[in-house]
């Protein structure tokens, strides 16, 4: 497509609940990020891909954060058991490169209720 | 591993005047500096970028300066339109060596017609 997209939009969610967050990037784009922001807040790093590589998972805030990328392209980031705090807006980006210019999606509107 | 500083957090100028956001970085390995705008409720978007080869970069009404000796570069919007109003932020990574974006705060600024 002509830009990153991700899906959905905006999700409610009840607290307790996993949620999948989905990415699609820029087409022929390697590396792939995941950002978090929360209200009024700078960006959050929370993990990258970049080809092959082994992801960088270094900014997942808890071991109810995973992400996965299939066949380098798509990516879906999972929240389990989904508390409060985890609302925010989550953010992807994708670059052709490694380091190269990255561009972003609209976000996920994530709210726990 | 890399910290940005931006500063300030919020700045508000009178339309038609100068607005000057600076950012810090710690890695000297750092060579690519991207500013990205932010408009309510939409996604970052690159404004400009620079790379530590250069010292200075203009487009238009925004320029960006580097001093990498200081590890400091800076984003000058001159002759600030209401449209400008947004949160901007830093960025800095190491180009081509697979390291991931580091961005700054980020800076809200309000252009008071």
């Known amino acids: 497509g002509a830009g990153v997209s991700q899906s959905p939009s905006n999700k409610v969610t009840e607290k307790g609940k996993d949620v999948e967050l989905r990415c699609d990037p820029i087409?022929?784009?390697?590396?792939l990020y995941w950002y978090r922001q929360s209200l009024g807040q700078g960006l959050e790093f929370l993990i990258y891909?970049?080809?092959?590589?082994?992801?960088?998972k270094s900014g997942l805030p808890s071991d109810r954060f995973s992400a996965e990328r299939t066949g380098g392209s798509v990516s879906t980031l999972t929240i389990q058991r989904t508390q409060q705090e985890d609302s925010a807006v989550y953010l992807c980006?994708?670059?052709?490169?490694?380091?190269?210019?990255?561009?972003f999606g609209e976000g996920s509107w994530l709210t726990v209720v | 591993g890399e910290n940005v500083e931006q500063h300030p957090s919020t700045l508000s100028v009178q339309e038609g005047d100068s607005a000057v956001i600076k950012c810090t970085y710690s890695?000297?390995?750092?060579?690519?500096f991207p500013w990205y705008k932010q408009e309510l409720g939409k996604r970052p978007q690159l404004i400009i970028d620079?790379?530590?080869?250069?010292g200075e970069k203009k487009d238009q009404r925004i320029a960006v300066t580097l001093n990498k000796t200081a590890k400091h570069f800076s984003l000058h919007i001159t002759e600030t339109q209401p449209e400008d109003s947004a949160v901007y932020f830093c960025?800095?990574?190491?180009?081509?060596?697979?390291?991931?974006?580091?961005f700054g705060t980020g800076t809200s600024l309000t252009v008071i017609p």
């Open positions: 891909f970049q080809g092959n590589s082994a992801p960088d």
């Open positions: 087409s022929g784009h390697t590396a």
């Open positions: 960025a800095a990574s190491r180009r081509n060596t697979g390291n991931q974006f580091y």
């Open positions: 890695d000297s390995a750092s060579n690519y």
């Open positions: 980006a994708s670059s052709f490169d490694r380091a190269n210019t990255i561009y």
């Open positions: 620079i790379r530590s080869n250069v």
